[in-house]
């Protein structure tokens, strides 16, 4: 994708204002600090959740860096409001806060010559240390800009946490955003326009249960899971044979005490995924139909005790969506990278970014610089490979769409 010249310029005239120049300086300068509060947050535990110690210590970093106004919103958001000049425009910086990882897990950093092991390390405490240090690099040169922008670490981007914090802001009646960055994993090239929507269940089918040769006869909630798979399969691989790329799978099943027990209850976990909105959400039809009609087939099937029971559980709706790259946010987003001699690359994926990108504002989500592999294991890990240029990068993309006020000296 090609970026258009006025927006090429643009950025090449930002990044060689004298104030930005002072800013980069010191963004290089505030490399070792940085570094501490990307292993002060590292080991801080934010499990899926439970995101709260992490919060309130993230927080006390806003404040000490130096906002306007910083809080915890309803739903565990930490937000720190650095005000502009009065443009009445809003944009979000953000990063989110939770990891993947389960209570207990070790989060402690270990060196290997210079590359940083710890689970969560690059995903996402990396973009938390960005954008602290984007505040303050702001603070220290006097960058003032028209609009407020809004420095934020968000609750529930990853898994079952359905991007709660997010769709907290987003929310009808809430505040009014006009763009929005999230930094999220490594690297300088990636700039993600697009979302990819995904809906996700918990099925759960219910029953008496008994012993497998006494009860025998009763409904059996294994294998009406069973028949709601095979349907499933039948129906759903036919649907995404045609059209744009859509997936399902069944993720997770459990359920039963024992070999010689009719289970009480068995269970799976589903998760669809499309890059249409209309495709993802017809294939959400076709789920719930099947689920319906196995367990109704199953009932037909039983020779004794009450019918089965289907519970179904939505545990996750992540909406699709895309931001022109002709969109003057993507196209400035795109300029950034190439003004550090990198070839953007546009992507899809599923991030923060989707609930703005599927209501139509300007919202990419960027890596915060350096390189990193692992993200979801416990062996992640993370290099400070000309990670400061990540942050310059996203420092010309705030200053160029919430507009840098002109010096009065």
Same mark, same amino acid.
């Given at each position: ?87 009445? @425009? ?7 806060? +939770? ?19 710890? /689970? ?50 987003? @929310? ?23 979302? =990819? ?86 294939? +959400? ?17 039983? =020779?004794?005790? /009450? ?36 070839? /953007? ?61 002109? +010096?009065?000296?």
């Amino acid at each position: 994708m090609e970026i258009d010249e006025q927006y090429a310029d643009e950025i090449a005239a930002l990044a060689q204002d004298p104030r930005v120049e002072a800013a980069f300086q010191r963004i290089e300068e505030l490399e070792d600090w940085t570094m501490e509060n990307l292993i002060t947050i590292t080991e801080i535990p934010a499990p899926p959740f439970m995101e709260d110690e992490r919060g309130a210590a993230y927080l006390e970093m806003l404040r000490e860096v130096g906002v306007d106004e910083a809080y915890q919103d309803e739903v565990g958001n930490i937000i720190g409001v650095r005000r502009g000049t009065g443009g009445g @425009r809003v944009l979000v910086v953000s990063a989110h806060l +939770d990891t993947v990882f389960p209570e207990g897990t070790d989060v402690t950093v270990q060196f290997r010559g210079d590359t940083l092991y710890a /689970p969560g390390v690059g995903d996402d405490s990396r973009g938390l240390a960005v954008v602290l240090t984007l505040l303050r690099a702001m603070n220290e040169v006097e960058l003032q800009t028209r609009d407020d922008v809004w420095f934020v670490g968000t609750v529930g981007e990853e898994g079952l946490g359905d991007l709660r914090g997010v769709k907290h802001l987003f @929310r009808e009646g809430g505040p009014e955003i006009d763009a929005f960055i999230s930094i999220d994993g490594s690297g300088l090239e990636g700039v993600t326009n697009a979302a =990819l929507g995904s809906r996700r269940y918990r099925v759960t089918v219910r029953g008496e249960g008994g012993h497998s040769w006494g009860a025998f006869g009763i409904g059996n909630p294994a294998h009406a899971l069973g028949r709601a798979i095979r349907r499933f399969d039948e129906v759903a691989a036919e649907f995404v044979s045609d059209g744009p790329r859509t997936s399902y799978n069944v993720g997770r099943i459990g359920g039963g005490t024992s070999v010689n027990s009719v289970p009480f209850e068995s269970w799976m976990e589903v998760d669809m995924r499309s890059l249409s909105q209309e495709s993802l959400l017809e294939l +959400d039809r076709r789920f719930l139909a099947t689920m319906e009609e196995a367990v109704a087939e199953q009932n037909e099937r039983r =020779l004794e005790g /009450p019918p089965l029971i289907l519970d179904l559980e939505q545990v996750g709706d992540r909406p699709s969506g895309e931001i022109s790259p002709q969109d003057p946010f993507v196209q400035r987003a795109m300029a950034t990278v190439a003004h550090f001699g990198a070839q /953007p690359r546009l992507g899809r994926s599923s991030t923060d970014a989707n609930v703005p990108i599927s209501l139509g504002i300007p919202s990419v989500t960027i890596g915060g610089g350096g390189v990193g592999a692992g993200a979801h294991s416990l062996d992640e890990w993370w290099l400070n490979e000309d990670g400061h240029l990540a942050i310059q990068r996203t420092l010309l993309l705030i200053l160029a769409d919430a507009g840098m006020v002109e +010096d009065d000296g």
